[in-house]
């Protein structure tokens, strides 16, 4: 015997279903479950059919009360840079008035909403724009004449002086990574998290110590590690004499293969840096190069390393094996 066999008692039953709350749709689920043996997400299926959207229990997503300010809130997320929701909801009261100036005035409702909205509310809103990101191809080739020589780094550097660095390359190819093109050299400081970026030609070692050793003279400290992956742009013989032969040699290590946790805190500038500014096209003239390098060192970097809040966790401990 099956609940579908009883048209007029199945629509008594929607009704029923549509009216109560959680805890009450659970006890009738049951009820009809034990009754006619059906299946649970059947019987879900059947009292549904009829509901309106409206009236459809919501599965998680973003509060509808939170509706009116989707659009300011938006407006003002792509202006800061796209920030996460603990930052948005900083710099929102420092927003708010250029962008009533710009645009229309916030009715008293709306102002209130954004007095009270709350980080996690902000990226429940923002999730859709956020997944609508592309993603760019893997330009990473292993290098495997210096795997022996530098030793693998299995863990984050704990290190408080400023100094070490993590290093990451990012490729302009477009759809495909034929021929040569215009790559990006990102690279993040552990202790203070000051980026720097710089572009080069193609994956050749000389513009890749060149870059680095420019990276060197820009920093705001000395030099006194690098870590990046292993792909060949890094490790080659090059870069290797430049970092070592020297009066106080620069400590170098790898991460482990395909495990980008390795370099964390690079690998999450990498959307902040190359490609919220360059986006995922293909940069195949040379001549491009020059134009990029001047916008990383004297507008780019400039804005992130010093307006640009950046959040860090502030301490770690261990409970058991978590």
Avoid at 16 to 42: N, T, V
Avoid at 49 to 66: I, K, V
Avoid at 172 to 196: K, N, P
Wanted: with cysteine; hydrophobic share 35%; proline share 7%.
């Amino acid at each position: 015997m099956k609940l579908l066999s009883f048209p007029a008692h199945l629509q008594r039953l929607r009704t029923r279903y549509a009216s109560r709350g959680k805890q009450g749709r659970s006890r009738l689920l049951d009820e009809l479950c034990d009754q006619y043996h059906d299946s649970r997400k059947h019987a879900i299926k059947l009292l549904r059919q009829d509901q309106p959207p409206a009236l459809r229990p919501r599965r998680g997503g973003a509060p509808p009360r939170y509706e009116p300010i989707h659009e300011v809130i938006e407006r003002i997320w792509k202006a800061a840079e796209q920030p996460c929701g603990k930052r948005l909801v900083e710099a929102l009261p420092l927003w708010l008035p250029h962008d009533a100036k710009r645009f229309d005035r916030l009715l008293p409702c709306q102002q209130s909403l954004l007095a009270e909205v709350s980080a996690a509310t902000l990226d429940r809103l923002l999730a859709e724009q956020r997944a609508r990101g592309r993603r760019g191809l893997s330009g990473t080739r292993p290098g495997s004449l210096l795997r022996s020589q530098i030793p693998l780094q299995g863990e984050v550097w704990d290190e408080q002086r400023p100094g070490f660095l993590e290093a990451d390359s990012g490729a302009h190819c477009g759809s495909s990574l034929a021929g040569d093109f215009v790559w990006s050299l990102v690279y993040t400081d552990i202790a203070s998290t000051w980026t720097e970026g710089r572009g080069v030609w193609n994956k050749g070692a000389t513009g890749g110590v060149t870059q680095t050793r420019d990276v060197e003279e820009t920093l705001p400290f000395a030099l006194r590690g690098l870590d990046f992956d292993n792909g060949s742009e890094w490790m080659n013989w090059t870069l290797m004499r430049h970092l070592q032969l020297r009066r106080a040699p620069v400590q170098v290590t790898r991460s482990r293969p395909y495990h980008k946790e390795d370099n964390a805190h690079v690998e999450q500038k990498n959307w902040m840096w190359p490609r919220q500014w360059l986006g995922y096209g293909r940069l195949d003239d040379p001549a491009v190069v020059p134009l990029v390098n001047r916008v990383y060192q004297e507008a780019w970097g400039s804005w992130h390393n010093f307006f640009l809040p950046s959040m860090k966790l502030r301490a770690k401990w261990r409970e058991e094996r978590r």
